[in-house]
Structures are given as structure tokens and as C-alpha cells.
């Protein structure tokens, strides 16, 4: 790469030009130019040529008037009618789907429960192909109008190559699931992490909009964490995702060691439950864990009972948060979001969090950390963090086309 090299500049320009229509659009060219610190002849070329290619358009916004000629304004936005992708998120009880345009509205979703982890490979494939080419439909869409299909789901993922090295939900290691569905749908299909697809949707849609550094605690079965730095996600080798689960955070009284996983798991939570009598029909129903946050109401604030159901949780948010501390320490997020169905269990968990956070993280970097609670999303919001990673596919990067892949 040539430091100078004038196409790449531009590519670089055309990313971070696209980049502020997405996230503050309708937005002036005026205002393009101030925010990239760029020459109004560079931001009227590149944004010229994105209308040109279809990826954003002008509108007018009543009311707002050019200062020097009394006509509307002229703002630019996405084109929705850019690019249709799909999201699909795969959990151990249900596959979930939202169908999106290019500005990542939802034009249909679909939630279909089933026990994936009971099923192989290829059935759970068949179940995914089933639930997308449904969605598509209630879309009014079809199959050849989707320019990409992701599919998110817990446990540790190989962007690069699209293996799923080890996933709770399914019990075989190195899973070519995308290939899989993309051989069913006939459509370029990409896997993703859980945390991963948290964190893009966090940054494109939720409370993480406004920065562009910060982490994402997925706390479900497997216990993901996702990273944005400088607006990109940070992955590993092979753009392997981080399941923090496997974190050590101390020794049994056997000497074996004692990992997150084994305390602050959605399974680890429910194991702790398991002298009710209820619980396993209800986890074998999905519902394990609704019935836990039933009990944890019931049972108040007094009691042995109420002892022991409420040290369950406090135990495993005292072990999120001494986990929260050590991410901070590798990485001094100004931010960290914590997600997933494990927040059901609401305040005792979250302040089991705090506490733990505050009794293992260093004194300055306590101060320049804030923790965000993200409520536990419907089924739209979570395929729709698919769908944020197979829209930034198309987005592009700097070292290549930052549009809709077209067919020639």
C-alpha cells in the first residue's frame, strides 16, 4: 500500500462520506464537509457518484432554505431500495430473522422456536432456510432481490473462513453452517458471533451511536465479548470472535480451574435452581430461565430460600463483573455494554455486577468506564444485529468498494 496512492484517499474519503450519511442522515453536504474536515469540491464528486450508483439520495427538507438562493435545502441519505440483506440469529431455543433495506429498517421479521441444540447440523440448516425464505416473502420480496444473508449465533466464529469453531448449540466443533445455508438459499451467506453482531447494532442503531470505542458483554449460554475500535470491530486471527466464557478466575478446592462459564452462564444459573422440582420440564421448554426470574420474584427478601436463590445470581453477577474489570484492563473502553436474556434477572443480578466490577477493576480506570444495562431485545432487534453485519459487508472498507455489490 502506497501511503499517497490518490485512489486509495478516495476510497478512504467515499468510506467516511457514506459512513456520516448513514449515521446522521438526511444530512447537507455542507455538513459532510465540516464533519470529514473535507473540500466541498471532494464532497460534491464522491457524493455525486454514490447518487449516480444508487447508494444514497437527495431529498428536500421543507422549510430549510439555502441561505444565498431561497430553495430548499438539499440533504442526502441512504437509499433504502440500495440493498435488501437478511439477519438471522440461531439460539438453543429458536431461530429469529428480520429481513432489512439498506438503511437497516426491518421490513419483516419471524420468530420460530425450536431446540436447535437437539438437532443436527443440516436439520438446523433446513429450519433456517425454511424461516428466511418466509421472511423474504412477508417482505414482498424474493430470494434474487437479497444481496446477503447473516447468520449470528453464540460461541467462538472464524470470520474469515466461516467455521464454527465450538458453539453451545451445536455439539459437533468446526461447523460449516454458512456454507450450509448458502448452498440451501443460493445467497452469499456470512457467519458472525453473537457479541459481534451486539456490538455493530449497538454502533449503527442503539446507545453507542455517538462513539466509535467500546465493548459488548453478550451474557446468554455462551458468554461472548465484542469490541469496536475506531468504528470496526476487532477480531482475532482468522477474524475469530472472543468467547470470554473460557476466562479463569480462580481454582476449585481439586486445584482444576474455576472459569466464567462455569459461574455466570444462562446453564450455570439454572443449575443452581435445579433442587426445584419445575425446572427441568421448564428448561427442556425453553423456559428455564423465565422460571428462574418467576422464582427470584417469588421468593423476596427473606428466608433460606430466598438466601439461596438469590446467592445463585449474586454469585454469577459477582463473577460477571470481576470478568467486566479485566476486559477494561486489556482495553480501557470508555464504554462497555452489557447484553443478553441473562438480564432477565434483573437488579440482583445487575448490582452482583457492579459490585464485582468495582472490587476488581483498578481505581483510574473505574473513573473513565461507564457500564450500560441493554434491556434483553425482541426478536426484531436481534436479527436485526445480523443484519448490521451483512449490511457493513456491502458498506465496505476503505480497501474496497464501499456500495452494493452489483451483478455484472
Not at 470505542?213 to 451474557?219: C, K, N, R, T
Request: charged residues 20%.
Amino acid at each position: 500500500m502506497k501511503t499517497g496512492d490518490p485512489e486509495l484517499m478516495r476510497e478512504i474519503n467515499r468510506f467516511h462520506i457514506l459512513d456520516l450519511v448513514r449515521r446522521h442522515g438526511p444530512i447537507s453536504r455542507v455538513e459532510i464537509c465540516s464533519r470529514a474536515d473535507l473540500s466541498s469540491t471532494t464532497v460534491s464528486a464522491i457524493t455525486g457518484a454514490l447518487i449516480e450508483d444508487g447508494i444514497i439520495e437527495p431529498v428536500s427538507v421543507g422549510g430549510i432554505h439555502e441561505p444565498t438562493r431561497g430553495r430548499p435545502r438539499v440533504m442526502l441519505q441512504l437509499n433504502p431500495e440500495a440493498a435488501r440483506v437478511v439477519g438471522l440469529r440461531v439460539g438453543p431455543h429458536g431461530i429469529l430473522v428480520a429481513v432489512t433495506n439498506f438503511r437497516g429498517d426491518v421490513l419483516a421479521s419471524l420468530e420460530l422456536p425450536v431446540r436447535v441444540r437437539r438437532q443436527p447440523v443440516p436439520v438446523v440448516a433446513d429450519l433456517a432456510e425454511d424461516a428466511v425464505r418466509r421472511a423474504v416473502v412477508e417482505a414482498g420480496l424474493t430470494l434474487e432481490k437479497i444481496d446477503s444473508v447473516c447468520a449470528s449465533l453464540p460461541g467462538m466464529v472464524e470470520y474469515g473462513t466461516g467455521l464454527v469453531r465450538v458453539s453451545p448449540i451445536f455439539s459437533a466443533r468446526d461447523t460449516t453452517f454458512g456454507e450450509a445455508l448458502s448452498s440451501r438459499l443460493g445467497v452469499p451467506t456470512i457467519v458472525e458471533s453473537d457479541a459481534n453482531a451486539l456490538a455493530l447494532a449497538e454502533h449503527w442503531f442503539g446507545s453507542c451511536r455517538d462513539i466509535a470505542d467500546f465493548a459488548v458483554v453478550s451474557l446468554e449460554q455462551a458468554i461472548g465479548l465484542g469490541i469496536l475500535h475506531g468504528g470496526q470491530l476487532f477480531r482475532g486471527v482468522h477474524g475469530l470472535s472472543h468467547d470470554i466464557g473460557s476466562m479463569v478466575l480462580g481454582t476449585r478446592p481439586d486445584g482444576s480451574l474455576l472459569r466464567l462459564v462455569d459461574l455466570a452462564s444462562e446453564n450455570a444459573v439454572l443449575a443452581g435452581f435445579e433442587a426445584d422440582p419445575m425446572l427441568r420440564d421448564a428448561t427442556s421448554a425453553g423456559l428455564g430461565l423465565r422460571h428462574a426470574v418467576d422464582r427470584l420474584a417469588r421468593v423476596g427478601a427473606g428466608g433460606a430460600e430466598a438466601v439461596a436463590v438469590r446467592g445463585v445470581v449474586e454469585r454469577a453477577g459477582r463473577a460477571i463483573g470481576i470478568a467486566v474489570a479485566n476486559v477494561v484492563t486489556l482495553f480501557a473502553p470508555p464504554r462497555i455494554v452489557l447484553s443478553g436474556s441473562l438480564l432477565h434477572l434483573g437488579d440482583c443480578l445487575v448490582e452482583a455486577i457492579h459490585r464485582g466490577f468495582e472490587e476488581a477493576v483498578a481505581e483510574p480506570l473505574a473513573r473513565s468506564v461507564s457500564i450500560v444495562v441493554d434491556p434483553p431485545r425482541d426478536a426484531a432487534r436481534l436479527g436485526q444485529g445480523a443484519a448490521a453485519i451483512a449490511l457493513c459487508e456491502l458498506y465496505g472498507s476503505p480497501w474496497n468498494t464501499t456500495g452494493p455489490v452489483r451483478p455484472t
